[in-house]
């Protein structure tokens, strides 16, 4: 049972334009969001996050959209750049439950694919 | 600088025996997680700690067994008892419990362990 899912394996843009990646949840109880860039043969690296009292956070070309309602959060990037070529993972924390304390769930992964 | 390291990068086993693989970090955490990646696939949880000397199993325990006797370290061992070894395990650290303020909640990773079993 897939708690946090990516439904997009892959996503291909044009360097400059928008990437758009979206990923779904289905534990209500998870309070916290986290997006990480993983490059092959390497450890993922934190990207951006958002609580699940906001509905949106921005840090420079990343942006992090969270609607609680559908259980949907997406991450735009903006522009894309090909150094954004990588495999994105979106994660999701039990934050009310104490004893799962920074537990994260992951989803599958989209790889992205920017055409310079 | 703080950080997390894993050893070796790349670990060859032959079928049926157990391996070790090391992860250390100077982040001063508290709570250390491993996971497994296959190719085209998410990360799976293997085994966290959130203190010394307590672990409890993830979501794909079975096989593997752990210790966490420093709180620097936090090893993990793949036994012959798992089915399907072969995989890109990766090691995690993060502080106890989320603070309210959701600064440096995040889980940081070790560069990774590709375990072949030939």
């Known amino acids: 049972d897939q708690q946090v899912k990516q439904n997009s394996p892959s996503l291909s843009v044009q360097e400059g334009r928008i990437s758009i990646l979206n990923c779904d949840y289905t534990?209500?109880?998870?309070?916290?969001f986290l997006w990480y860039k993983k490059y092959p043969a390497e450890g993922p690296t934190f990207l951006i996050s958002?609580?699940?009292?906001?509905d949106k956070n921005e840090d420079g070309r990343f942006t992090v959209f969270l609607n609680k309602s559908a259980k949907h959060l997406s991450l735009h990037i903006v522009p894309s750049q090909p150094g954004d070529s990588a495999v994105y993972f979106c994660?999701?924390?039990?934050?009310?439950?104490?004893?799962?304390?920074?537990?994260?769930?992951f989803g599958g992964g989209t790889r992205v694919l920017v055409k310079p | 600088d703080g950080g997390i390291t894993q050893s070796p990068k790349y670990l060859f086993r032959k079928e049926g025996q157990n391996v070790t693989l090391s992860c250390e970090q100077n982040l001063n955490h508290d709570a250390m997680y491993w996971y497994r990646q296959d190719p085209g696939q998410g990360l799976r949880l293997i085994y966290y700690?959130?203190?010394?000397?307590?672990?409890q199993k993830g979501d794909i325990a079975e096989g593997y067994s752990v210790s966490r006797e420093k709180k620097e370290s936090f090893p993990l061992t793949v036994t012959s008892a798992q089915k399907n070894p072969t995989a890109f395990y990766l090691c995690?650290?993060?502080?106890?419990?989320?603070?309210?303020?959701?600064?440096?909640?995040?889980?940081?990773f070790g560069p990774g362990t590709r375990l072949t079993v030939l």
């Open positions: 995690a650290s993060s502080i106890r419990s989320p603070n309210r303020d959701y600064v440096n909640n995040e889980q940081f």
């Open positions: 700690s959130q203190i010394v000397n307590d672990f």
């Open positions: 534990n209500s109880m998870f309070d916290y």
């Open positions: 994660a999701a924390r039990w934050g009310v439950i104490k004893a799962a304390g920074n537990k994260l769930t």
């Open positions: 958002i609580s699940s009292i906001k």
